[in-house]
Nanobody, 121 residues
Framework: QVQLVESGGGLVQAGGSLRLSCVASGRTFRSANYVMGWFRQASGKEREFVAAIYVGVTSSAYADSVKGRFTISRDLAKNTVFLQMNSLKPEDTAVYYC????????????WGQGTQVTVSS
């Protein structure tokens, strides 16, 4: 089983920055075997993809809405993935979830509990 615990959410003014962290653990978890992703869900909306980072630490993907503002990174040794969020906008307000899927998998079977990010205008 894989456990994911997010932290770093909070209230910030528009234009500000936050850094989210997600620590993964589990008896069989090995960072190099998993793709790590961030998703978000705003109130009344569907959950949406934000960013993902692949086994090669320089390989990542972003939603168009966050490109150039958000950066995903990971520390393989510490089983931790980060989401640096800059130039935050009120529309970035959502619960942010960390997720993990095995290499080659199509779905994310492992999810954290989420952390609230609120951006005030």
């Amino acid at each position: 089983q894989v456990q994911l615990v997010e932290s770093g959410g909070g209230l910030v003014q528009a234009g500000g920055s936050l850094r989210l962290s997600c620590v993964a653990s589990g008896r069989t978890f090995r960072s190099a075997n998993y793709v790590m992703g961030w998703f978000r869900q705003a109130s009344g909306k569907e959950r949406e993809f934000v960013a993902a980072i692949y086994v090669g630490v320089t390989s990542s993907a972003y939603a168009d809405s966050v490109k150039g503002r958000f950066t995903i990174s990971r520390d393989l040794a510490k089983n931790t993935v980060f989401l640096q969020m800059n130039s935050l906008k009120p529309e970035d307000t959502a619960v942010y979830y960390c997720a993990a899927k095995p290499r080659g998998g199509t779905d994310y079977p492992h999810w954290g509990q989420g952390t609230q990010v609120t951006v005030s205008s």
